[in-house]
């Protein structure tokens, strides 16, 4: 895991050594100073919990496999260590029923699971949905650019068939059409 493990005692300081936060920061810092160090602080509280999460599906998918083992070859001298790994495997359970409580306000989109059924990388989706957000906004921008032009040709025309009406339009509206 590439993640900065200082936890909420970051105050920032990670940035350069988290290049998971990097970009997040940078924007949010953009935006409001005071709100980039709260999200980096948030950030490390929410890694700490998935990496918790992490370690426990770790241990659990382990002892899994030992206990595929145990049972594969099994003998009837090795009846303790198969209830010993049983112990284990509910008590990892409970451990994994605890960090899931931690992240109970956690969604992940179903695309997500998608990308990860058909064996591609989750990570894609992130980036292929910034992609469609860019491309959505530069046609949004388009619109938004073709409607203020056509806007200011409106009121440049109609100034000149109703120019009483477009006075007292510009009047209510400010001196000076959009451009």
């Known amino acids: 895991m590439n993640r ?10 990670c940035v350069s050594k988290c290049p998971s936060f990097v970009d997040n920061f940078i924007v949010l810092s953009q935006l409001n100073q005071s709100h980039a160090l709260p999200l980096c602080k948030t950030r490390h509280v929410m890694a700490e919990k998935f990496d918790n999460l992490e370690e426990h599906l770790e241990k ?6 030992q206990l595929g083992i145990i049972v594969s070859d099994f003998q009837p001298s090795s009846q303790t260590g198969l ?15 605890k960090c899931r409580q931690q992240l109970h306000d956690i969604n992940v989109p179903l695309e997500v699971f998608e990308y990860i059924d058909q064996g591609r990388n989750p990570q894609l989706y992130t980036k292929e949905c910034l992609e469609r957000a860019l491309a959505k906004n530069e046609q949004i921008k388009g619109k938004n650019d073709t409607l203020t032009k056509f806007k200011s040709l409106l009121v440049s025309e109609l100034g000149k068939v109703f120019p009483e009406e477009m006075a007292k339009y510009k009047a209510i509206h400010g001196d000076d059409p959009p451009s």
């Open 4 to 13: 900065c493990r200082k936890a909420v005692r970051c105050h920032g300081s």
């Open 83 to 97: 209830n010993q790994k049983l112990n284990f495997m509910i008590t990892g359970l409970q451990d994994i029923e």
């Open 60 to 65: 659990f998918v382990e002892n899994i496999r």
